[in-house]
C-alpha cells in the first residue's frame, strides 16, 4: 500500500540543488596522520586468533566492506578512546575520536572482534565522528569511506552533521568530498545503490522548516552531489531500519510506526511501500 507520494522534480529544484556544497572549500580540514604500522604484518595462526585491545563500549559505530579493491572485506570502526568518558551531541548520539581500519577481524552475533592490531588507524577527534559506512559513490570501483562527522564549516559557522567521504590511498585517508551540507539538516543518512547503477546514492532523512522529514536522494555529479529525488512531506517519526553495519538489499524505513521499502519509480520518484 503506498502511503505517501512521491514528487517529480521541478526544474527549479535542479538549479537549486547543483551545489550540495562540498569538499574543495576549504573547511581548514586537517588530514589526520596514519600512526599505523602500513607494511603489511601478517598473522600467524595463533596471532590470526589473537583478540584486539579493543573493548566493545568503545566501539562507536562500524562497517564492513571491501575499500581496498583487494576482494576481501575490512573492518571499519568508529572508536573512541579509552581513556575519555563517553561523548555525546545534545540529540544523546555518540561520537567517537577515531577511525580504526582491520583486516582481521569476525563477525559475532552482530559485533564485530577485531584481531590484533588495526591495520590503520585516524585520529578524527577534531571531526567528532559519529557513523561510518561505505560505498562506491564516484563509479571508480572503488567503496569510499564515509564517515558523518559533526563540526562547523566555513561557509556555515554553526555545528552540524556533515557527510564526509575518503579514499584509502597509501595509508592515507585522502579527501573526496567533504560536505559541508546537504540541501537541509539532516537526521541520518546512508547509502545504497537505489538506482541500480552499481553506484551508491546518499539517501537522507532531511528536517523541513515546519518540522516534518523529507527523504532524499543524491547523485554524484563529478564535483559534489545533486539532488536526484525527494520525497513528500512527513510527519511524525522516520528512521532507517537497515542494519547500519553492512550492505542491505533495500532500503527500508519506519514511517509512523511501521516499516516500508524505499525505491525509485521511472528513476526519479521515491515511494514508500508498506512492507509486509
Ligand atoms: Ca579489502
Ligand atoms: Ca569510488
Ligand atoms: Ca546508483
Given at each position: 500500500m503506498k502511503i505517501f507520494r512521491v514528487i517529480r522534480w521541478l526544474p527549479i529544484l535542479f538549479l537549486i540543488s547543483v551545489l550540495v556544497s562540498g569538499c574543495a572549500d576549504s573547511m581548514g580540514e586537517k588530514m589526520p596522520?596514519?600512526?599505523?604500522?602500513?607494511?603489511?604484518t601478517t598473522f600467524g595462526t595463533e596471532k590470526e586468533t589473537e583478540k584486539s585491545s579493543?573493548?566493545?563500549?568503545?566501539?562507536?559505530s562500524w562497517f564492513t566492506a571491501d575499500?581496498?579493491?583487494?576482494?576481501k572485506k575490512e573492518l571499519l570502526m568508529i572508536t573512541k578512546d579509552s581513556s575519555s568518558a563517553v561523548m555525546t551531541l545534545a540529540t544523546g548520539e555518540r561520537y567517537g575520536t577515531g577511525l580504526k581500519i582491520y583486516s582481521k577481524f569476525a563477525i559475532l552475533n552482530d559485533t564485530p572482534v577485531p584481531q590484533g592490531e588495526p591495520d590503520y588507524q585516524f585520529d578524527l577527534t577534531e571531526i567528532k565522528p559519529l557513523d561510518i559506512q561505505a560505498g562506491d559513490i564516484n563509479g571508480d570501483g572503488i567503496a569510499e569511506i564515509a564517515v558523518c562527522v559533526y563540526k562547523t564549516a566555513e561557509f556555515h559557522p554553526v555545528p552540524a552533521k556533515r557527510p564526509f567521504f575518503y579514499d584509502l590511498k597509501e595509508g592515507r585517508l585522502e579527501p573526496i568530498w567533504l560536505g559541508s551540507r546537504l540541501s537541509r539538516p539532516f537526521a541520518d543518512c546512508i547509502l545504497f545503490d537505489v538506482d541500480h547503477d552499481d553506484i551508491e546514492e546518499i539517501i537522507s532523512i532531511e528536517f523541513t522548516e515546519n518540522g516534518n522529514k523529507v527523504l532524499t536522494v543524491y547523485d554524484w555529479k563529478g564535483f559534489g552531489f545533486e539532488v536526484k529525488a525527494i520525497s513528500n512531506e512527513i510527519e511524525g517519526t522516520v528512521n532507517f531500519l537497515n542494519n547500519t553495519n553492512s550492505r542491505a538489499d533495500v532500503v527500508l524505513v519506519e514511517i509512523a510506526g511501521e516499516s516500508h521499502q524505499l525505491y525509485l519509480e521511472e528513476g526519479e520518484v521515491i515511494k514508500c511501500i508498506k512492507d509486509y
Open positions: 596522520d596514519n600512526t599505523a604500522d602500513t607494511t603489511g579493543e573493548s566493545q563500549s568503545d566501539i562507536i575499500i581496498n579493491d583487494d576482494e
